[in-house]
């Protein structure tokens, strides 16, 4: 079990840091600058989960990130993210940030990825709509920490 955790862990790796030496000079967007389209940016801000914010749900959250989710490869273990080649991964700690994204604008990138970085397509892939709402409500507690 635990190997095929790391095979999947180096695969992960390995496609990322591919992806992000390749998009190392095209990308480079301010982290504060919305990743949703222009077109349909405000649809999204106002889309909200279909669950219900609980402690159990934060903790399910947990277990995506820290497992089949592979949020912590390039998140890391404290919500700052990985040093990587590229373009980085959030800082999930940055409290400006948490303020300005609302939940359905990272629900998009959970569905979508943030086209020209490493971000990868999680939910349809790696993880379902339920398990992406949770692990959201698990990456906002991660602000101001
Ligand atoms: C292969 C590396 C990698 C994996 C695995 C990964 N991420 Fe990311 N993630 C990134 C990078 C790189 C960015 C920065 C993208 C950007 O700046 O647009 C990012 C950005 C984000 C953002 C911020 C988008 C925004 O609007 O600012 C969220 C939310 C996020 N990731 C959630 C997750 C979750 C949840 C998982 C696991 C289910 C996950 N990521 C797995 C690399 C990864």
Not at 41 to 61: C, H, I, K
Not at 83 to 102: C, E, I, M, N, S
Request: hydrophobic share 40%.
């Amino acid at each position: 079990m635990l190997d095929r955790v790391d095979k999947k862990l180096t695969a992960a790796l390995a496609v990322s840091l591919v992806l992000a030496a390749g998009e190392a000079w095209a990308f480079h967007k301010d982290v504060y600058e919305p990743r949703v389209p222009r077109e349909i940016l405000e649809q999204v801000q106002e889309m909200e989960s279909p669950f219900p914010a609980t402690p159990e749900r934060t903790e399910e959250g947990r277990k995506i990130y820290f497992g089949k989710g592979l949020c912590v490869t390039c998140h890391g273990m404290d919500g700052k993210g990985a040093v990587f080649p590229g373009h980085a991964p959030r800082d999930f700690t940055d409290g400006k940030w948490q303020k300005l994204r609302t939940d359905g604008e990272l629900m998009w990138v959970l569905r979508n990825g943030s086209p020209g970085t490493g971000m990868p397509v999680r939910v349809g892939t790696a993880i379902t709509e339920e398990e992406g709402w949770n692990a959201i409500q698990f990456i906002r507690a991660f602000a101001g920490k």
